[in-house]
C-alpha cells in the first residue's frame, strides 16, 4: 500500500513540476540553461511527492485509526461530543468575525471553529467520567442492573499487577481455562518488572526475571490473549495509583495478590481478581472434629504449641506439639480462622 501511495505521490509531484514548466510565466525562461533546470526542477517535484505523500495521506490515517481502536467508548462517545460542542461554539463566534475586513473576516473564523473544536475535544476526554456521572445523576444515562462494568469495546479486560506476574501462579491459571479475559499489562508495570530484574538484590533480582518469564510464556503459549499498552496515567505516580486509575478509565478489573492495592481498588468500587483469595477458596473445607495428619516441623509462639502445614501450605497450630516436633501425628481440627494473610487451622493432638 505504501509503495502505491509513493508512486502516485511521484506522479502527482511530476505533473506539479511540469505544470509550473507550462506556465505561461516559466521560472526557467529567463535562465540562461533552461534544458538542464527543467529536468533537475521535475525531478525534484517526483522525490517530494514520492517521499512526502505517505507521511500526508496513510501513514496519519493509519494512526488515527489505531488511537480510536484503542481509545474506550466512554472517550469516543466524549471526543465526539466536545467535537460537536466545539464546533457549534466556533460557529457562534465565527458568525460576527466573518464580517470583519480581508483577510481577518476570512481566516478568523476558521482557527476559532478549529481551536475551539480541539480544546472541547480534549476538555470532554480529560473529564468524562465526571461527565459520565453527572449524566447518570440527572437521568439521562442508566447503567442496568447487574451489568458488567468491566469491558472495553465489547471484550471483558484485566490489567495485571506486577505482583500477579511475579506470583507465576496467573500461568497455570490462564492454562487451566478459569481466567479467559483479555489480560492487559501496562508498559509501567513492565518497567517495574524491568527494575526488579536488575535490582542488586540477588532474590530481588531472580523474582523479577522469573516475572518476565512467565510474561513471555503467556505470550507464546497462553491461550488467553496479552496485550501491552502504553497508557500511562500521567495524574498520579505510584504505579498501584497508575494501575487504578486506568482500570477505572478502561472499566476493567484489576489481577493482584497485594493486599493494599485490593483495598484501594475495592474501596473505588473496581471490581480486583485476588490469586490469593482464588487460592483459599479453593483449600477443602476443614471444620471442628475433622480429623488430620500432619508432620509437626517447629515449635508455635505459644508455648507447648506445634506447627505443621498441609499440603496445600496451610499452617496447623498443634497444641501441646512441641514435644512432638520432627513426628508424624493424628490431629483432630478444634477450629479454624480466616486472616488477610489466609487460613490458619488449630487442633489438638490426639491423646497416646
Known amino acids: 500500500m505504501i509503495r502505491i501511495i509513493r508512486l502516485l505521490g511521484g506522479a502527482f509531484g511530476a505533473l506539479v513540476g511540469l505544470g509550473f514548466v507550462l506556465a505561461e510565466e516559466a521560472p526557467f525562461e529567463r535562465t540562461g540553461s533552461p534544458a538542464l533546470l527543467i529536468p533537475i526542477w521535475v525531478v525534484a517535484w517526483v522525490s517530494v511527492g514520492f517521499l512526502l505523500l505517505p507521511y500526508l495521506t496513510v501513514i496519519p490515517a493509519g494512526r488515527l485509526v489505531r488511537a480510536v481502536q484503542e481509545m474506550s467508548t466512554a472517550e469516543f462517545v466524549a471526543s465526539v461530543a466536545g467535537l460537536v460542542i466545539g464546533l457549534l461554539i466556533g460557529l457562534l463566534l465565527g458568525l460576527p468575525l466573518s464580517d470583519l475586513p480581508a483577510p481577518f473576516g476570512q481566516y478568523l473564523p476558521i482557527g476559532v471553529s478549529i481551536c475551539f473544536g480541539f480544546g472541547m475535544v480534549g476538555l470532554t476526554v480529560a473529564k468524562r467520567e465526571d461527565l459520565v456521572a453527572a449524566a447518570e445523576a440527572a437521568g439521562f444515562v442508566r447503567r442496568s442492573e447487574g451489568q458488567a462494568p468491566n469491558t472495553h469495546g465489547g471484550e471483558t479486560q484485566v490489567v495485571v499487577d506486577t505482583s500477579a506476574i511475579i506470583d507465576g501462579r496467573i500461568a497455570d491459571i490462564v492454562e487451566s481455562g478459569f481466567l479467559y479475559h483479555r489480560l492487559i499489562i501496562p508498559h509501567f508495570v513492565l518497567d517495574e518488572l524491568q527494575r526488579i530484574a536488575d535490582s542488586s538484590d540477588a532474590q530481588r533480582r531472580g523474582r523479577g526475571r522469573r516475572g518476565l518469564e512467565i510474561l513471555t510464556r503467556l505470550q507464546k503459549g497462553g491461550p488467553t490473549p496479552v496485550e501491552i499498552i502504553d497508557e500511562d ?25 497485594d493486599f493494599n492495592l485490593n483495598r484501594v481498588a475495592d474501596l473505588q468500587s473496581i471490581r480486583v481478581l485476588n490469586i490469593n483469595s482464588l487460592a483459599n477458596a479453593l483449600k477443602p473445607a476443614l471444620l471442628p472434629g475433622d480429623p488430620l495428619r500432619i508432620k509437626v516441623i517447629t515449635d508455635g509462639k505459644e508455648a507447648g504449641q506445634g506447627v505443621g502445614y498441609l499440603d496445600d501450605g496451610t499452617m496447623v497450630v498443634v497444641e501441646g506439639g512441641s514435644r ?7 490431629v483432630l481440627v478444634t477450629r479454624v480462622l480466616q486472616t488477610v494473610m489466609g487460613r490458619m487451622v488449630f487442633a489438638q493432638a490426639h491423646p497416646e
Do not use: Q
Not at 500521567?234 to 476493567?252: I, N
Not at 512432638?324 to 493424628?330: A, K, N, S, Y
Open 233 to 257: 496515567p500521567a495524574e498520579v505516580a505510584d504505579v498501584d495509583g497508575k494501575l487504578v486509575a486506568l482500570a477505572r478509565a478502561r472499566g476493567a478489573a484489576i489481577l493482584t495478590n
Open 324 to 330: 512432638l516436633v520432627g513426628h508424624e501425628v493424628d
